[in-house]
Each structure stands twice: as structure tokens, then as C-alpha cells.
């Protein structure tokens, strides 16, 4: 006979998001990921007295048949259900060899997926027999989006633990709703106040997307986390808006999902910023908590006329801005034939080199592409901490766009290079590559990072712009060399100029790797 277990939910708070005001640390111990590696160490249970239409499946390959890319690793767990008439699931997880501590951590978190309009839950939670029921801090709020769902488990002090009895999803759609899916990833206990923001994997990274109805952050200003403002398109580019939603201005913020430290950020932008709105403002930046003296850690790259339309249009920034030497203001007046600008800091323990240029990303960009250069030693240098990379794209002190159009800018790519990390790490020859010319191949050079061995690469894999496979893979020593049918790349080239090529392969264990090079293309046999 199936005992009917009931959990009491009285006065359930959904709250809205924990403004982000702060630098992130996304350090995490992660429970599970749901991958194959796991399968003896995990398992996931439903109870069919309490859940009996409900089918659960993992590991689960995400981002291919219609399942989304998974947030940890490559795979995902895949809750469907049919005739679950009270509108209610759950699932248990039961741990072998294996425990875990919710002493020291604020949260549990789990990342959910929506994938159906009739699973929209109005409760997540989880609840056991040692801690009992805690409530999620809120649910996610569109279908087809990853969101993280925060439980507040800082008040538990319970260590060597090796279930969670019931993870939880309650009053699912409508009344009338009784079947749906969604999918669960990277359950982790953590400390990160990232709470129910949507995530975006953009450029190799997840990143949280900002959201509030009320002025918070740069401006302030109202932010849009709304798949229509803020999105990541087929080519891998990313939209921020600024946009109307009457009778408020919305701006748009997204935070990487990562502390990456000292190193060289690299952002691509790929339409012209000197006809923006003077009132907009566009930032890429590093942001930490404050110091002791109450001075905010962040590198800024910004580009903006600050509300007076014959201003310069950029400038790069130590904070605090009013420092004396702290900012370097300059225009950027598209001189070379590209929309696109590449924006770079250097960031090292006692200095920061910045540089913007016309292009992609190229580790030594021709001279007279070079728009600004600037190097600073002052005494405002941050150390490395919890600094995430942000973009944001916002309205300066909330005001409206002096034209009063809504507004867009594409983000091409984020890139991160460690000061310590592997450099060209994809290496495309011809270095120049005369499209007049009858050459057979692409040549290009794969290395992975230390603790990978190029023996486990999927050469299957390997693709050149999301498209062209090659026409032959040598694998020696620690590289991987490949040749490219020339044909098929420069047919897919187009006009002459510096080119960005994306390089994407995997492990055989599905771990993932991406890199580019950029190489000048020229034609010589061109008429004029």
C-alpha cells in the first residue's frame, strides 16, 4: 500500500533575484552532474505511490535531440510525466560511498530547465528526514531558459549526509496540466548569492543574466532578463538591449559564471558604438567586492559619450574613476574599414595594460589598426579575489535615450588567457592566405591545456567554424594537426582583411574545447 507522505508548505516566500551588486564567488562542491562516471556512486529514485506517472532518465547527453546543453559537464537528469494529476513530482538522490556537509555552505543549488509551459512550478524545494523542508528562493519565470534555484540551507548544521529524501516541483502549470518535462543539472552546495538569475552560455562561459523591476546597479536602472532583450544567436553573438517596457526603461547585465583572476580579457564588439545614444553606456569590466577602504576592485573598458554628444566615445578605467591618473579617455572614429573593435586588459598583481583596436582578436594587432594603448602602475591596482567579467549595457542615471528608440549592441566574443595559460592554442597557417592563390590546405595546430593528453582527442570531432571537418588529423608528440580542404575555407571567407577563425573539438569523454586565430586574407589576382 503506498503511504502518502504530505509536506506542510505554510507561508512559502518566492523572492526575487539578490541584486549582484558585488563581486561572485562561484566556487561550488558539487553533488552531481549527472554524468556516466557517476552511475555507481548515484542513484535517482522516484517513488511510484507518490510520483507514479513519472519517468526519470540520466545520464542524459545535453545539447543534442532537443535536450539543452548541460551546465556541468555534458549531461543532464530528465524528469517527464504523464497523468501526475495532483501537478507534483520528486525525485531521491541516495548517495554510495559518499558524503556530503551543509555545515559552512548558505546554499544548495540546482539548475532547472522548464521545457514544457504545463511544468512551470510555482514550488521547488527539497525536503529530508534529518533537515526537513527547505523552500527555493523562487521559481524560474519563462520555458526553455536555465535557471539556478538557491535552497537557504546556512542555518543547518548537518555534516556526513548521503541522501536528499525528495527534491521537489509543486503546482505545475494549470489545473488542466498534467504531463511535462524538465531537466535538472549541477546540484552543488555553494555560498554564491546568485539567486533564480537565467543563464546563457556565451563564448565557452555561463553567465547570469540580470534581472529587476526596480533601479538597482549601474544607472540605477531597471534590468531585463527577458529572452527577447537578452540572447545568444546562432553565430555565438550576444544581444543586449536597452528597451521600453512602458511606462520604464530596462537595461540588460550578464555576469560570468566564473573567478578567473589575473590574465588577459579580451572583448569583440561587433557593431559601431560612436553613433550609440549619448546616454548610453556600454561596459566591460571586471567587478569585485570592495576593499578595506571601501574602494570598488574593477577594470573598466567603457564606451560612452556620458550624456554630451560631442564627448569622446571610450575610455579605460581603474576604479576609483576620480583618482588622479585612474581614467583614459579617446574617440573611437572607425577609421579602419571594420564595424568591429576589439577591447583588451592585461591584468597582472602591479600593473594593467589596455589596449582597443580595430577587428578581432589578434595577439599582435598591425599598428595602424592600434586605436588606444594605455598602461597603468598606480596604487589602485586590484588583487585577484571574487572578480567576475560583466558586460552591461545601461542608461546613464536611469534617464531616458535622448532619441527615445530602444537600443541593441552585439557582443562578438569573450575570451579569458591566463597570464600562465597555453598561447595559441589553436595556430592557423597560412598565417596570410591570398584567395588568388591554388594552394590545396588550411594547416592548424590543436594544444590542450596541462593534465589533458591530445591521445584522448575525439578527432571526429574537430570543426572549423561550426562546419568544415577535416580532410586529415595527425595526432604527435602533444599537438594535434589538421588540414582543411582550402577550397572549403575559402568559401566560406569573405572579403579581404583579419579574419577570426573558431576551432571547436572534443575529448572522448565529451569534454568540450574551442579556440581561434586570426589570419589576414588578401586577394592578389583581385581586378581594381
Not at 544607472?219 to 520604464?248: A, E, Q
Not at 554630451?308 to 588622479?324: G, K
Not at 589598426?369 to 552591461?392: C, F, L, Q, T
Amino acid at each position: 500500500m503506498c503511504k502518502k507522505m504530505l509536506f506542510l508548505l505554510l507561508g512559502v516566500l518566492l523572492l526575487y533575484p539578490a541584486v549582484p551588486g558585488f563581486g561572485i564567488d562561484f566556487s561550488s562542491t558539487l553533488l552531481t552532474g549527472y554524468e556516466p562516471s557517476e552511475a555507481g556512486r548515484l542513484t535517482v529514485l522516484t517513488d511510484p505511490c507518490l510520483s507514479p506517472g513519472l519517468v526519470v532518465t540520466w545520464p542524459v547527453r545535453g545539447g543534442v535531440n532537443g535536450v539543452p546543453k548541460a551546465t556541468e559537464g555534458n549531461n543532464v537528469l530528465k524528469l517527464e510525466w504523464t497523468n501526475e494529476v495532483d501537478r507534483k513530482i520528486e525525485v531521491r538522490h541516495d548517495w554510495n560511498s559518499f558524503t556530503f556537509d551543509l555545515t559552512g555552505h548558505k546554499y544548495l543549488y540546482a539548475d532547472v530547465y522548464i521545457a514544457t509551459e504545463s511544468a512551470m512550478p510555482q514550488i521547488i524545494g527539497i525536503w529530508d528526514d534529518v533537515f526537513g523542508w527547505v523552500s527555493g528562493d523562487c521559481v524560474p519565470r519563462v520555458v526553455n531558459e536555465w535557471y539556478t534555484i538557491s535552497m537557504n540551507v546556512s542555518s543547518l548544521n548537518y555534516t556526513g549526509l548521503d541522501h536528499i529524501a525528495a527534491l521537489i516541483f509543486e503546482q505545475m502549470g494549470e489545473p488542466s496540466d498534467v504531463n511535462g518535462t524538465i531537466y535538472v543539472d549541477n546540484l552543488r552546495l555553494g555560498s554564491a548569492d546568485d539567486i533564480c538569475l537565467r543563464k546563457i552560455k556565451f563564448s565557452g562561459y555561463w553567465w547570469s543574466v540580470l534581472q529587476s523591476d526596480y533601479p538597482i546597479g549601474a544607472g540605477p536602472n531597471r534590468f531585463t532578463d527577458s529572452p527577447n532583450d537578452v540572447w545568444v544567436d546562432p553565430n555565438g553573438y550576444l544581444h543586449l538591449s536597452v528597451v521600453n517596457k512602458d511606462p520604464n526603461w530596462y537595461c540588460s547585465e550578464v555576469i560570468a559564471n566564473a573567478n578567473l583572476g589575473y590574465g588577459t580579457y579580451v572583448f569583440t564588439v561587433k557593431n559601431r558604438v560612436d553613433i550609440l545614444d549619448p546616454n548610453l553606456v556600454l561596459g566591460l569590466f571586471t567587478y569585485d567586492v570592495p576593499d578595506s577602504q571601501g574602494k570598488f576592485r574593477e577594470i573598466d573598458v567603457e564606451l560612452s559619450r556620458w550624456g554630451q554628444i560631442d564627448n569622446d566615445n571610450a575610455q579605460f578605467v581603474v576604479q576609483p574613476w576620480d583618482d588622479p591618473g585612474n581614467m583614459r579617455r579617446f574617440d573611437i572614429n572607425y577609421s579602419a574599414d571594420t564595424a568591429i573593435t576589439t577591447h583588451v586588459f592585461k591584468w597582472k598583481k602591479n600593473r594593467i595594460d589596455f589596449q582597443s583596436y580595430y577587428g578581432n582578436y589578434m595577439e599582435k594587432p598591425p599598428k595602424e589598426y592600434i586605436i588606444k594603448s594605455w598602461s597603468y602602475k598606480g596604487d589602485d591596482v586590484p588583487a585577484a579575489g571574487e572578480e567576475n567579467p560583466r558586460i552591461n549595457f545601461y542608461l546613464i542615471s536611469g534617464a531616458a535615450p535622448a532619441n527615445g528608440q530602444n537600443a541593441e549592441v552585439v557582443i562578438k566574443r569573450f575570451r579569458y588567457i591566463p597570464n600562465t595559460g597555453v598561447k595559441n592554442a589553436v595556430m592557423i597557417t597560412p598565417r596570410t592566405l591570398n584567395l588568388a592563390s591554388k594552394g590545396n590546405w588550411i594547416n592548424c595546430i590543436l594544444r590542450l591545456p596541462k593534465g589533458y593528453n591530445v591521445a584522448d582527442v575525439n578527432t571526429s570531432s574537430i570543426l572549423l567554424e561550426g562546419q568544415i571537418k577535416p580532410a586529415k588529423v595527425v595526432i604527435a608528440g602533444q599537438i594535434v594537426m589538421v588540414k582543411f580542404a582550402r577550397s572549403e575555407v575559402q568559401e566560406m571567407l569573405g572579403e579581404p582583411g583579419y579574419v577570426e577563425l573558431k576551432v571547436a573539438w572534443e575529448l572522448k569523454d565529451g569534454t568540450e574545447f574551442e579556440g581561434t586565430d586570426v589570419i589576414r586574407v588578401i586577394d592578389k589576382g583581385k581586378k581594381k
